[in-house]
């Protein structure tokens, strides 16, 4: 079994950053692509960014140019630092690592919001 266990949310100003963290632990033989999904209220779950085992990334393009994802493969420990924040950006922020045998695992969530 595989535990998520993501950090970092919090309360910013508009323009502000933070840096989510989210760290694997359990029995398993390593994640394969790690990211972040955020869900805003009254809205649906949305891909923010990804990256897989190689350091290959994609962002969806609300954030791009604003985030930054990256990893520590040897750890799987998966980052998410988010500049230039803006009110939009509020959500529930959730990390997931897919195995190699395809399942995919959550994290339990973290509050980001941004303040105009």
């Known amino acids: 079994q595989v535990q998520l266990v993501e950090s970092g949310g919090g309360l910013v100003q508009a323009g502000g950053s933070l840096r989510l963290s989210c760290a694997a632990s359990?029995?398993?033989?390593?994640?394969?692509?790690m990211g972040w999904y955020r869900q805003a209220p009254g809205k649906q779950r949305e891909l923010v960014a990804a990256i897989t085992r190689g350091g290959s990334a994609n962002y969806v393009d609300s954030v791009k140019g604003r985030f930054t994802i990256s990893r520590d493969a040897g750890k799987n420990t998966v980052y998410l630092q988010m500049t230039s924040l803006k009110p939009d950006d509020t959500a529930i922020y959730y990390c997931f690592g897919d195995s190699y045998n395809a399942i995919r695992y959550w994290g339990q969530g973290t509050q980001v919001t941004v303040s105009s």
């Open positions: 359990g029995t398993f033989f390593g994640l394969n692509t």
